[in-house]
């Protein structure tokens, strides 16, 4: 069984300034992002311009982080947040919710589809296979950070890792549940988007099956990962929040695959 090694969360210590890696990870999802909307935009039948990738990944940014922030601090923890306000604002000491900055992605995209003429699904089937880069760096930033381990895992276990627990004062073998997620929701995720958007797919296929994997893997791995402290289970002794956050997710994605597609036979 591997020891996780402790990574200091800062980068670069420059004195006045400090670099995080948690937010050079963000860094490296935007940058991958553009790079592989740029490669997109040049299959013409998507129909976009390289130049309008820059454009719409600084509204994703901005919906990413607000909407990010937001969603951890309604989903996950309000009574911390409304008791120190000002704790909102440490978004390096991590606390970002994927579900919201869903939501806040999905707000931004929508204002900039309206501002070039395009639909939110003409739009969202674009991004959707570049999504998978940012959730792949964000969940290596988590692991930096030596947050978000999952449960206490058997001492024989193939998969986990031994992890400095300091309310036991001791290692403690747990389930690297960051690296699980950068596997499926990242890597595998991606592999999966871009294969199948090679092809012109029907408005809305493309960011169903987005919808659908990443609801469907997140569901599964909440099996491993702890529940936020301040929620805990919310039924059944393993029903978590994120797990009902994914349930719509993976609804709306079977919806758009296979009803909505149906009714729409422009492609994209």
């Not at 991590?94 to 900039?112: C, D, E, K, P, Q």
């Not at 988007?193 to 169903?208: D, I, K």
């Not at 997140?218 to 039924?235: H, K, N, S, T």
Request: hydrophobic fraction near 50%.
């Amino acid at each position: 069984m591997m020891t996780y090694q402790s990574i200091s969360p800062i980068a670069l210590d420059l004195g006045v300034l400090q670099v995080r890696w948690y937010g050079l990870m963000y860094l490296v999802g935007f940058l991958g992002g553009w790079y592989y909307g740029v490669k997109r935009s040049a299959d013409l039948w998507r129909g976009w311009q390289a130049e309008q990738v820059g454009d719409m990944l600084f509204y994703i940014a901005v919906g990413v982080i607000l909407g990010g922030r937001l969603g951890y601090i309604f989903f996950y923890d309000f009574a911390h947040y409304i008791a120190y306000p000002f704790d909102m604002l440490k978004i390096w000491q991590g606390g970002m919710s994927f579900h919201g900055g869903l939501i806040g992605v999905i707000t931004a995209v929508w204002l900039y589809g309206n501002k070039v003429n395009k639909s939110l699904l003409e739009v969202t089937d674009f991004i959707a296979p570049f999504v998978p880069i940012g959730l792949f760096s964000g969940r290596i930033g988590n692991y930096i950070n030596s947050e978000l381990w999952g449960k206490t895992a058997p001492d024989d276990s193939p998969w986990a890792m031994l992890v400095y627990d300091p309310s036991v004062q001791g290692l403690v073998a747990k389930y690297p549940t960051q690296l699980l997620e950068a596997l499926l929701e990242g890597l595998v995720l991606g592999v999966i988007l871009w294969w199948f958007s090679r092809t012109q797919r029907a408005v809305g296929a493309v960011s169903g099956l987005f919808l659908l994997g990443y609801g469907s893997f997140r569901f599964i791995v909440e099996f491993w990962r702890m529940p936020d402290v301040q929620l805990g289970y919310l039924a059944w002794d393993w029903l978590t929040m994120g797990q009902i956050l994914c349930l719509p997710m993976i609804a709306g994605g079977l919806f758009l695959m296979l009803v909505w597609g149906k009714r729409h036979a422009s492609v994209s």
